[in-house]
């Protein structure tokens, strides 16, 4: 086996692997809280993306203000979203719920399509730092090593908040046990908001990496990812953000090394979906609750 | 008087749960409210704490009217509930539950208010990393107690401390609920387990599907033949 094409394809493994799991986290974290799942997710990780082109081309940002101002924008957005759309279905049923959600994405799709027209977008040239290089004949892009640094960074700065801190482990007990949450004198409503804010702003950041990775811009390219990246969520155990991670890394490397070695044994790009999604089915069905996940205990 | 309850209707759906109950509690009292299952305690401890909404009725803490108001206000007021089943967060340590009930607090007046609940409860700082799942009941209910003494409510309302607990547990734990109600805490108990109950209160009240039927200091309560027939086993 060539092993300097091996590590070729562990780094792009781990770059898209790890932008899988930034949109994950945010799937992962309100279901947690919950027990929704946001199916407009995917719609808020393209909105991130486009903000930060809207902040490098017209507000002349560099890369790291941009991304700054992107998360921002997005996690009000994803703030808002829980406000308006899916509060007042607190009670409502499942059903309902999920059809909002589709419908929130849907808006958002559509509202990015009449703002931005249907030309593809993309950052502008300089926006980021592009310089390639070569160590041991594998050759690297800054690119790859700042999207994968960066991925790490936002998750373990994540993991800190969720163990670490009083919001953290609010977040926590709602998932464990909404009922006892406000006898704390927490608000339920604040750690909702906390959680979507956090979910919607990590899936900007992915957008906004996305859009440097692969620079081509669309309002529906929430879609595809926003769909690997929930199942990416739901094969780590949905609801633990470990998982999440874990999860778009495996998803990341399944799909890479897929085209990167079935060309030799005659599967054809065209089938990476399949296999991938194939490959998660096995997973889920040896183990139902995910790679981290336990059963939940059936609530009264 | 610290907390007084007039006239409270309380329904889930068409079940109408309350009829009408009133009660008062007076500053630095023990009081229980003793009744069946199915007498509507939790309904109206649940309801004063701001869990759920009444249908009508007044509710007076401390003078203001927090009726309808939610309950992650209400504890602030300083009046915090101990809840049926304890309700421990099992995949947060000891030590977290009890910091999320400071969730207001700044850290020095957090940890005066840890140390304390520990002073009560050693056990609770022997296992103060262990996981709230793998607590014994007695122990969940230490730290549940422990819990609302860190809201820092000089009002406690607990519903049925005792349940699932042995008898010598139980006797544990309301030897320290007395001990907290001497330090200032006034109490309000919710029991099934009348002779516990109306040894450590100094009044009580009846509670029978909805309606309060009988009130009285604990002493008399405990010899009046309805209680000993009905609660008492007598
Ligand atoms: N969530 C609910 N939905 C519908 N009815 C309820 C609900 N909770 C309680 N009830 C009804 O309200 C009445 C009072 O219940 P409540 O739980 O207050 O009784 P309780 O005195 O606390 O009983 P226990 O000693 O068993 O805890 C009961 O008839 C019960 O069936
Ligand atoms: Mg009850």
Redesign the interface.
Known sequence: MDLTFFVQQLFNALQLGSLYALIALGYTMVYGVLLLINFAHGDIFMVGAFLGVFASMVLGLPFVAALIVSMLLTGLLGVTIERVAYKPLRHASRLSVVITALGVGLLLENGMLALTGADPRSYPEGFINTTSFSIAGVNLTSVKIIIIVLAFVLFFGLYAIVQRT?WG??M??I???K??V???????NQIISLTFLLGASLAAAGGILWGTAFPVLSPYMGLRVGWKAFIAAVVGGIGDIRGAMLGGLLLGFIEIYTVAYGKDIGITSTWRDPIVFGLLLIILVVRPTGLFGVAR?QKV | MLLSVRDLHVSYGNIHAVHGVSFEVEEGEIVTLIGANGAGKSTILNTVAGLQAPDSGAIEFKGASIAGRSAHDVVKLGLALVPEGRRIFGNLTVYENLRLAGFQLDAAELSRRIERVYGYFPRLQERRGQLGDTLSGGEQQMLAVGRALVTGGNCMLLDEPSMGLAPLLVQQIFEILAEINREGVTILLVEQNAHMALKLANRGYVLETGNIVLAGASRELAQSPDVQRAYLGG
């Open positions: 009083k482990m609010a926590r007990a998932s464990y046990d009922f006892a406000p006898l704390m004198g927490v608000s339920q205990r």
